[in-house]
C-alpha cells in the first residue's frame, strides 16, 4: 500500500536557523512528491512539487526540498526561518496514471511548524 | 485559495440532517476533489470528479454524496449516515495529469449540534 510518513508532529526552530521538516514515502513505481502549507483555518497551499530531474527542488517563500530515491525522502527545507512560516506542512504523494488521469494523493498526516523569535 | 470557493465557512447541522456544502471554481479545472480533514489524521478524501457528470469514490464516502453537472462546481452533500460529520471539509481542483498540483478552496467547517 502507498504511504507518506511525516515522522514529526511538531518541529521548533528559532527565528534565524534553518528547518527542516521530513518526510518519507512508500510506493510502488516512480513518486511524485508534493509539500503544500496550510495556515489556521485556511485551505492548504503549493509550495513545490518533485517530477522528474534534479532532485534538489526550489519552491515559494524561500523553501526547499530534496528528493533522495534511496532513502525514499522528500525532506523540505528552508536556510533561515521566519516566524511567519509558523504553520502547518502536508507532504503528498501519487504515483502517475499514464493513462492521464490524475491519480489520487496520498497525504501525510502533518508537521506543525513553530518559529519563536 | 484563488479560484476556488467554497461556502459556507461555518456551518452548523443538528444530528439527522443532510447539509451541502458548495465548491466553485474558475481555473477551467476538469478535475475536482473532497476532502476530509480531523486533528492529526491528516487529509483524507472523500469523493473525486475527473470530468463533468463523472465522480468516484475516495477512501471515505460512506455517508457522503456528490454532484457534477457542471465544470466549474462539485457540491458535496453530507448525509444523516455519515456518524462523525465534524470536521473541516476542503475542496480542491487541477488540470489533467498526475503531475499537476492541487488547488485549494478555503474550506467549510462542519460542527454538528
Known amino acids: 500500500a502507498q504511504s507518506v510518513a511525516q515522522p514529526e508532529d511538531q518541529v521548533n526552530v528559532a527565528e534565524g536557523n534553518p528547518l527542516t521538516v521530513k518526510c518519507t514515502y512508500s510506493?510502488?513505481?516512480?513518486?511524485?512528491l508534493f509539500w503544500y502549507v496550510q495556515y489556521p483555518n485556511r485551505g492548504l497551499q503549493f509550495l513545490l512539487k518533485y517530477i522528474t530531474g534534479d532532485n534538489l527542488v526550489k519552491g515559494s517563500y524561500g523553501f526547499e526540498a530534496e528528493f533522495n530515491k534511496s532513502q525514499t525522502s522528500f525532506h523540505l527545507k528552508k536556510p533561515s526561518a521566519l516566524v511567519s512560516d509558523s504553520a502547518l506542512y502536508f507532504c503528498?504523494?501519487?504515483?502517475?496514471?499514464?493513462?492521464?488521469?490524475?491519480?489520487?494523493?496520498?497525504f501525510g498526516k502533518g508537521t506543525k511548524l513553530s518559529v519563536k523569535p | 485559495d484563488g479560484g476556488i470557493t467554497q461556502s459556507p465557512k461555518y456551518l452548523f447541522r443538528k444530528e439527522g440532517q443532510n447539509v451541502t456544502l458548495s465548491c466553485e471554481q474558475n481555473?477551467?479545472?476538469?478535475?475536482m476533489y473532497w476532502y476530509r480533514q480531523d486533528p492529526g489524521q491528516g487529509l483524507r478524501l472523500i469523493y473525486y470528479?475527473?470530468?463533468?457528470?463523472?465522480?468516484q469514490k475516495g477512501d471515505i464516502a460512506e455517508g457522503y454524496s456528490v454532484s457534477r453537472e457542471k465544470k466549474e462546481s462539485f457540491p458535496l452533500t453530507v448525509t444523516s449516515a455519515q456518524k462523525n460529520p465534524t470536521a473541516f471539509y476542503l475542496c480542491?481542483?487541477?488540470?489533467?495529469?498526475?503531475?499537476?498540483?492541487?488547488?485549494f478552496g478555503p474550506g467549510t467547517r462542519l460542527t454538528v449540534l
Open positions: 470528479s475527473q470530468i463533468v457528470n463523472d465522480f
Open positions: 480542491a481542483s487541477a488540470k489533467p495529469w498526475s503531475s499537476n498540483e492541487q488547488f
Open positions: 481555473l477551467n479545472h476538469d478535475a
Open positions: 510506493v510502488s513505481g516512480n513518486p511524485y
Open positions: 503528498a504523494v501519487r504515483v502517475p496514471d499514464y493513462g492521464g488521469s490524475q491519480g489520487n494523493l496520498i
